[in-house]
């Protein structure tokens, strides 16, 4: 099966969907987004994921035009249709099609998209090596807790870690390390486990907050506090999270290794835990 998308209550093929060249997503970035995958038919998360989606809708002064109990049924129908094993869904909220003006257009229906695509998980060789990250300065502004569709910054740190052979970019503001362009971090320091804390800087992820609740599983302490690059040196394990790459091991940062060069204990540990949880909710 084709990947599919709902447009404004519209179902058709991904390839097939279509908004307006003078939606307010397109012209100005004038939007929110929210990505949720499952595991087989069920969404993992989801009710999370979606205060999230009205929370940011909310700090924009954007209405969404579907109730969350809405929004549900449209997922599930999707998943259901589209008939992937896991499936990958980017919902993407705009303020509408209107004339290209700065203020807010009155009398225009926001733009509400749902598409569903095949989700294609990390490969165990890539779990089992770890991956590379770079550390770069962060250009983004500063209300980064709004899962906006203004991700230019993220792409561009992204590229720059492409073109540096790693995996990801960690976003690096005023000494203090926030999250990757499209993951968040922890680090491992003997049986402390540490994330920087949510603040605007960051966005507190799904992911992130479920392996708060498995650390202690662990037999390890969860805290949050800033992290600087100097103690990401020092960490004897550092992770990333997010929806489609869930928790990864790191194994150099900005080309050193971390603790012995390969993935640790506790991030594996933490995986098999997350593994096992996930297909339970």
Sequence with gaps: MPAIAFVNGRWSLLSSARVSVEDRGFQFGDGVYELIRTYGSGLFRSLDHLARLQESAQAIGLTVPYSSSQIARILQRGCDKAGFHNTKVYIQVTRGAAPRVHPFPKGTRPTFVATFRRLTPISQTVRRLGVALICVPDIRWDRCDIKSLNLLPNVLAKQQAVEAGAFEAIFVREGKVTEGSGSNLFAVFGK?????????????????????????QTGNTPTEAPLTVSQLHKADEI???????????????DGKPIGRGRPGDTTQHLYHLFQAYARTV
């Design 192 to 216: 402390k486990v540490v994330t920087p804390p949510v603040n605007p800087t960051l966005l507190s992820g799904v992911t992130r907050n479920v392996v708060l609740e498995l650390i202690a």
């Design 239 to 253: 992770f990333l999270t997010g929806t489609t790459i869930e928790i990864l091991p790191v194994v150099s940062l």
